[in-house]
Nanobody
Framework: QVQLVESGGGLVQAGGSLRLSCAASGRTFSSYAMGWFRQVPGKEREFVARISWGFGSTYYANSVKGRFTISRDNAKNTVYLQMNSLKPEDTAVYYC??????????????WGQGTQVTVSS
């Protein structure tokens, strides 16, 4: 019964930065890492990054490695995604979700509304 609320998206120019937040309430799926995913209209949801609650181990998609940084505040049940050097191809709706590998955790169905990130060139 986890509730996830994403925020922080917006419109930025290429090369700009945004910081996304994911506020979780209820069950936080602490046995899984938390991930950021993104989706553009007509395409499958794409893995972006994940971080474990326990050790803070991180993993990034190659497309964002070196530009994005995922972090978390366990006390606040909040996960962040710092996005730098944004590119137009980063334009998408960004979602957070418990992650297993590069997919959402099995059985997860509580996707939030996501937050829109639009990068103009």
């Amino acid at each position: 019964q986890v509730q996830l609320v994403e925020s922080g998206g917006g419109l930025v120019q290429a090369g700009g930065s945004l910081r996304l937040s994911c506020a979780a309430s209820g069950r936080t799926f602490s046995s899984y890492a938390m991930g950021w995913f993104r989706q553009v209209p007509g395409k499958e949801r794409e893995f972006v990054a994940r971080i474990s609650w326990g050790f803070g181990s991180t993993y990034y998609a190659n497309s964002v490695k070196g530009r994005f940084t995922i972090s978390r505040d366990n006390a606040k049940n909040t996960v962040y995604l710092q996005m730098n050097s944004l590119k137009p191809e980063d334009t998408a709706v960004y979602y957070c979700a418990p992650a297993l590998g590069t997919a959402a955790a099995p059985g997860f169905a509580s996707w939030g509304q996501g937050t829109q990130v639009t990068v103009s060139s």
